[in-house]
């Protein structure tokens, strides 16, 4: 067969080149970029074309499908989320995502998306509580130390300065994993047998659990004043993290309400309770936290927008890294109305 | 890097391999075998989720997103459509698509579909056109002769025996282009110079034109009685290729009214204007051409499940052929809930 044609070939970052892409700029550099990908996109939320994920939902798990477009990229992202993954050696949450031209419609990039929605999501939660946590805040509780754990840990770290951890999982094991593997980081790490004894002295909880089910992980009386709590674990309808009584004393920051109102802790709440957009936060037209006396909470379900800026980060890394290979993803016909004929001479 | 494990790969079929695996098997073959695989999905339609497809609109074209499921299997299809694309030496329409597990949610097949929504859209005209067209029908009239020309061409010849075309387009050099490329095949083809005279005498007409405007390909008087008319080319909001008029006179076969209402030739039409679907036709719910004088209309806009029949034939094909890559699509961590820690593993 022919030499592959530019306009045949789609740059692929797959699971290997995105572990080099990391790992070459850094964790935390990666983080701190990435926030300001998201950042800047949560400013112009205005020009997004949004509309809640498309979901498949089964017995087992979900497929979603979360596309966007800002006008001149449109981006997806194909993620699946089975808490019984794990059982057969699987990830609970594997994703891709794609990112395309609006102009051809032709893709531009295709990644892989596991580890870039860890990065992400640690990227987001940590830009809201860069609005939302008490001044000067140094101690976090992680409950739930799975996947997820260590890139919360790693971006509220860079981006807030947090450097005393206090982790529970009801599995021992995921609490030293975690812990080990932030090893070296900096941190002041203590490991915890309760939730209760986690969330003590900790000015921001981030709930970060994977059971799909309506789960308390926190009750009322484990939060106080002045707590930001970063709840990343309750993402579908059925699964959340939160007594609903927390939610009542808190002031709920959201993505995109349509989207958290079925996904996210709210589900518990009326449908008209309200709720504040993070975006408007960050685009500075409303106040973030307003006192130390509040409890604020960041009810993240994960938003298209956070994926397309992280897609469009990872795209601006390529020319500079090389760290991609090229996809034989389109058909490129010497004439572009004779597909047919190109098929012919492929034989010939 | 360490080896790829079986749980990090997904089966990519690159446009080079499906050129090969369709030169492999023949075009005929493959579409003979794919129209067994959609009219088997046609046959079960009860058991699929459907949705309208997702679409992203602008200027300059559209970028869609078509998820389905049958419970078992999920499949959605990226699908472009820029009119102006060719101007720039790219493909009016390009396409990928990924089959997932349900079970599981991880891909088992990423696809070029390019060159399959070719055959899977030539597949389903002929499998609608078995059940509607008039017996015995030899000639068609194919008006558009672009990209999807030559296979529309060869289903019908291969599904139905049509073996006299009528070709007209705008441009000759498109007729010529299609006549050249079918040379061989057994049709007796006449290059007309106007639609008028391509439908003269025609049984079928097949209308696969391009513009993204309301056109009008076919006015009333171009169609008598008795007529099957394949209706390809008008498939988006603004996009049609027929006078209302015909419609008013046509019995009109649908894939999926929600979709084919917003998309299709019958967005001309009143909202409650009665169409037919044409499942209830392949599953012998219903009739299909009740009388020789009717004239049927299949209203083709394309659907999720005519993609999902094209994964799933190409996914069968795997193993015999051995046509495809392996992709490194899937982070698979050693422990499940270790991405963090994938990561560390990597750098050491």
């Known amino acids: 067969m022919t030499k592959l044609s530019p306009l045949a070939v789609v740059p692929f970052v797959s699971v290997d080149s995105m572990m080099k892409l990391v790992l070459s700029l850094g964790v935390e550099r990666f983080l701190t970029d990435l926030a300001l990908y998201i950042e800047e ?28 477009s800002d006008g001149h990229l449109y981006g997806f992202k194909y993620v699946n989320g089975h808490p019984k993954n794990a059982r057969t050696g699987r990830q609970t949450v594997t994703a891709f995502g794609v990112l395309s031209e609006v102009g051809s ?78 090893k070296g980081k900096g941190f002041d790490i203590t490991i915890c047998r309760s ?85 408007k936060v960050i685009a500075g037209q409303e106040p973030g936290r307003r006192t130390a006396h509040d409890i604020t909470l960041f009810d993240s379900v994960g938003f298209a927008t956070e994926d397309f800026s992280a897609l469009r980060y990872v795209h601006d890394q390529l020319r500079t890294t090389g760290l991609y290979e090229e996809l034989d993803l389109l058909a490129d016909p010497d004439e572009p109305r004779d597909l047919y004929g190109m098929l012919l001479r492929a034989a010939g």
């Not at 996109?41 to 966007?68: C, N, Q, Y």
Request: one cysteine or more; glycine letters at 6%.
């Open 41 to 68: 996109d949560f400013k112009r939320w205005e020009v997004f074309d949004k509309t809640p994920r498309v979901a498949a939902h089964s017995h087992e798990g979900v497929i979603e499908l979360m596309p966007t």
């Open 105 to 182: 419609g032709y893709p531009i990039l295709l990644s892989e998306m596991t580890i870039l929605t860890a990065l992400r999501t640690a990227a987001t939660s940590a830009v809201a509580a860069k609005y939302l946590a008490p001044r000067g805040a140094r101690t976090m509780a992680v409950i739930g130390n799975g996947a997820q754990s260590e890139f919360q840990a790693l971006a509220f770290k860079t981006l807030l300065g947090i450097d005393r951890l206090r982790l529970f999982d009801i599995d021992p094991v995921a609490s030293e994993k975690c812990a080990r593997n932030l």
């Open 195 to 279: 939730a209760e004894e986690a969330v003590d002295g900790a000015e921001i909880i981030t709930t970060v659990t994977a059971d799909k089910q309506n789960a308390t992980i926190l009750t009322d009386n484990m939060v106080g004043a002045g707590i930001h709590i970063n709840a990343v674990g309750g993402d579908c309808p059925g699964k959340t993290e939160l007594h609903s009584d927390i939610l009542l004393r808190s002031e709920i920051f959201v993505e995109f309400p349509p989207q958290t109102r079925i996904e996210g802790e709210i589900q518990q709440l009326a449908p008209d309770h309200p709720v504040r957009e993070l975006w």
